[in-house]
Structures are given as C-alpha cells and as structure tokens.
C-alpha cells in the first residue's frame, strides 16, 4: 500500500467547525485544486470528480470520529482504491492544526506514477484550507 501525507496546516477556525464543514461533500469544492480536479459534483455524503492524470473517482465518508477524524474512500468506478484521511488537532477555541493523509492499494510501480499526483492533491488542500480559513473566519465558517 502507498501512502503519502500531506504537511501539517494551521487554520484559523475551531476543530468543531472545520470537522462540520468537511463532513459535508457539497463544501469540497473550496480545498481542491481547480487546476487538477474536474467535473466536481457532490452532495452531502459523496462526491465525483475527474483527477487529471488519474482518471475519475467517487468518495464517500467512511468513518469519522467526531471532531478529530475523518476518513473517506473511493466507490464506485473509481480507477484506484483510494482512501483519504483528514486530522484534525485542536490548538485552542479559535484555531486547530490539520493534516491529510492519502493511501492507496496499488502496485509500487502504479503508485511512483501517481504519488506526486496525489501529494500535489493533498498539499493544495491543506494549502486551500489555510487561506479558506483566513479569508472566511468572519463570515462564519
């Protein structure tokens, strides 16, 4: 199995309120990255989209733990077994740390193919989920 994290992501909102917003699918479409995913649909417990490089996938929730964990895999015609994991760690009332990280059950060489894919995937997010969090902290995330 293949695994990849993403770098550790400070944002500016409680661990409570960004584990109800990635909860829900429909608010994905602010952490990815436009330049790589497309044809993005979702509703609140699953999501399809196109990965360039990689072909298209379904997610849905598979487990959670309240506030702190939330792990999502791939169903449906996706290409790969893909299993995509957030971490979130409180930090104080206002603020939390999160961390992605992305597993997958493909062959060594299937997965030097597609790692820097999927590294740039779970980057960006974290990446988004910063400057989301900063630019709509007021607006009540």
């Known amino acids: 199995m293949g695994k990849i994290e993403s770098r550790e992501g400070t944002l500016n909102v409680s661990d409570e309120k960004i584990f ?4 829900d699918f429909r608010n994905f479409s602010e952490f990815i990255p436009a330049d790589k995913v497309k ?9 399809l989209f196109e990965l360039d490089g990689i072909g298209k996938f379904g997610f849905q929730i598979l487990e959670k733990d309240p506030v702190t964990y939330i792990k999502f895999s791939s169903h449906g015609n996706s290409p790969l077994s893909i ?17 992605i990280s992305i597993e997958t059950d493909v062959n ?3 997965f030097a193919m597609i790692k820097s894919t999927l590294q ?3 980057d960006t997010m974290i990446m988004q989920m910063e400057n989301f969090s900063d630019n709509y902290n007021q607006s009540g995330l």
């Open 20 to 23: 109800n917003f990635l909860s």
């Open 120 to 122: 740039n995937l779970a």
């Open 108 to 110: 060594p060489i299937v």
């Open 83 to 99: 299993y995509l994991s957030v971490n979130i760690m409180k930090q104080d009332v206002n603020s939390c740390n999160v961390k």
């Open 39 to 47: 044809n993005f649909s979702a509703t609140s417990d699953s999501c």
